[in-house]
């Protein structure tokens, strides 16, 4: 019999939790040889889950938002560490991302050993970039974002992103 895995929001469940406790550890006094007592073990837990989740692919829009919320976790977690490479699970839900980008806004990627190289994909990261493009100030395309104004716009690890191409059509700009 084949094992059951857990579905993507399980583990989303499982990461919270094991984030909550691994946070409540960070806030505890350390040992006298400067360590807080169970706190690596806790942590190795949070990256065995993000593990799960990279290895778990997603299926739904609500799929790719839980795979943002876990990269963005272990983007915080790892902020300080400079010269960082990212981990194999951290690539993986990268790529998960992109092509569900991909997917749900109708581009294709071409296939793997073709001539043809891909067509670069314009992004605009961030309500700054987006405002600076559509001529708005930084706050107001946050509120336009966040009320879903920009509807070809997708968060990904906690950040605006949107097609420069799709968001002149948005506007009537081509």
């Not at 909550?20 to 350390?30: I, K, Q």
């Not at 190795?44 to 990269?71: K, N, P, V, Y």
């Not at 043809?116 to 107001?140: C, F, S, Y």
């Not at 906690?158 to 097609?163: E, P």
């Amino acid at each position: 019999m084949a094992p059951i895995h857990p579905s993507l929001s399980a583990l989303a469940l499982d990461l919270e939790r094991a984030e909550a406790h691994r946070a409540a550890l960070e806030t505890t006094a350390p040992s006298y040889d400067g360590n807080v007592p169970g706190y690596d073990a806790a942590l190795s837990h949070c990256w065995s889950i993000l593990d799960q989740i990279a290895d778990t692919r997603a299926t739904s829009l609500a799929d790719l938002r839980i795979l943002a919320r876990a990269f963005s976790w272990s983007a915080r977690l790892l902020d300080d560490e400079p010269y960082r490479n990212p981990s194999e699970g951290e690539m993986k839900i990268v790529r998960q991302l992109v092509t569900g980008l991909l997917d749900a806004s109708g581009l294709e990627l071409p296939a793997s050993g073709c001539d043809q190289k891909p067509e670069p994909i314009d992004l605009l990261w961030g309500a700054a970039e987006i405002a600076r493009v559509i001529n708005r100030t930084p706050k107001q395309v946050f509120h336009m974002l966040e009320s879903g104004h920009i509807p070809p716009a997708r968060k990904v690890g906690g950040k605006w992103v949107v097609g420069r191409k799709e968001l002149a059509q948005l506007i009537g700009v081509t």
